[in-house]
């Protein structure tokens, strides 16, 4: 069964400041997604990682896949205010109810970006 | 129309009233999948349909109750809804479901907000 853990759960950063949002998993998966969601909106695809060290860069934030590990990590540079969102990791793998390959979500990062 | 749609965006009904979600996916995928997202739970699986079968329900109150007529169309019927039924409904669509080696990246609709009085 694929668990997927999403740590910090929420982030609360200054402008201007670094961090890392950390995706980990419980069973070996090569692919992996992050998400962005703004508050009553819906989810939208930020990075795709298919493969072992596979590093994606859009902006400030940069995601990258260490599957020996069973790790991802989402790296804010320099954050500024339109950052503030909540970010999800999704991972390929079984899930809960075994038999068959699905995407399996993790509870998801409220970052919130203060000036 | 492009992507994933979802009607009405927003939907204030009484617990007494019948109601229903639309979802139509333009993207040629073969799955579809009801979300429930509320402040308590971030994002819950609610149904999955692959190839216009229902192959999840996870433990879903009977007052909600899917539809999948064919690949691009998904409904959720709603009935004799709880106040804590209140949420974003996301509708979202995979290329595949299940067996291995297929694509499973899921794309998200823009949700409907219902609340229930």
């Known amino acids: 069964e694929l668990k997927v853990e999403q740590n910090p759960l929420f982030l609360s950063m200054q402008e201007g400041k670094n961090y890392t949002i950390y995706c980990n998993y419980s069973?070996?998966?090569?692919?992996l997604y992050w998400y962005r969601q703004d508050p009553g909106k819906s989810l939208e695809s930020l990075f795709v990682?298919?493969?072992?060290?596979a590093v994606k860069q859009e902006g400030r934030l940069m995601a990258s896949l260490d599957t020996k590990a069973r790790l991802s990590t989402l790296h804010i540079t320099a954050a500024v205010h339109d950052l503030s969102a909540t970010y999800f990791c999704?991972?390929?793998?079984?899930?809960?109810?075994?038999?068959?390959?699905?995407?399996?979500f993790g509870k998801g990062t409220k970052l919130t970006v203060n000036p | 129309e492009t992507g994933v749609t979802q009607t009405p965006r927003h939907l204030v009904m009484g617990m007494t009233n019948k109601k229903s979600l639309k979802c139509e996916q333009h993207?040629?995928?073969?799955?579809m999948y009801w979300y429930k997202q509320s402040a308590k739970k971030p994002l819950e699986l609610m149904f999955v349909?692959?190839?216009?079968?229902?192959?999840e329900n996870n433990s879903v109150p009977s007052r909600f109750s899917p539809e999948c007529p064919n690949s691009s169309h998904l409904f959720l019927h709603l009935h004799t809804l709880q106040p804590e039924d209140s949420a974003l409904y996301l509708c979202?669509?995979?290329?595949?479901?299940?067996?291995?080696?297929?694509?499973?990246?899921?794309?998200f609709g823009p949700g409907t907000r219902l609340t229930v009085t």
């Open positions: 979202a669509s995979s290329q595949d479901y299940g067996g291995t080696g297929g694509s499973y990246e899921q794309y």
């Open positions: 069973t070996t998966s090569d692919r």
């Open positions: 990682l298919l493969s072992n060290g």
């Open positions: 999704a991972v390929e793998g079984w899930g809960a109810q075994g038999g068959s390959e699905k995407l399996v």
């Open positions: 993207l040629g995928h073969n799955a």
């Open positions: 349909y692959s190839l216009e079968e229902r192959v």
